[in-house]
């Protein structure tokens, strides 16, 4: 093919990117009927002195409130681990394995990490209230460089959550 017929090739394909482009871009400012909800972001890792002792940590995308919202749950490598999802009629868990139905939001997570979490205080936390919970310490002070530190020390076994809020 000559250098003409190259340009000429090029030159269509390119026109064909920037139309295929322009068709797919959405001019119109996205509105809502649904206020934003908090989000979310960083690593997160649990462990829990029991018998196993049980730990894992993964990056995760957590949207909404205590009483509805969306928790996606990745390994360092990208990897789909799980997404919880909650409202007032129940929680269901979904990983690349399975989807399983729950009745509320706390007895999925108690399934999932082995262990009940605080998970209504833990939205407070998020935001820097440290709203005590029975059997459970929190650390907020580096709640400003994005680090979060909860351990319970009873009544069921000892546990730890670490938070590491990516910035912005």
Known sequence: MNRRACAS????????????????????????????????????????????????????????????????????????????????????????QNTQSFASADAMVAYSVGTPLPMATLFGWLQGDATPVAGWQVDLQSRAQGRIKAWRLAPDAAAEIKIILDPG
Do not use: H, I, Y
């Open 9 to 96: 090739v090029a030159g269509s394909f390119g026109m064909g990117l920037l139309l295929l482009a322009a068709g797919c871009a959405d001019l119109k400012p996205r509105t809502s009927a649904v206020p934003a909800q908090p989000t979310w972001q960083g690593r997160l890792a649990v462990s829990v002195a029991g018998e196993p002792p049980q730990a894992f940590s993964a990056s995760f995308v957590l949207a909404g409130s205590a009483s509805q919202g969306v928790l996606t749950l990745t390994s360092v490598l990208g990897t789909s681990l799980a997404t919880l999802r909650w409202n007032a009629d129940g929680a269901v868990l979904k990983t690349p």
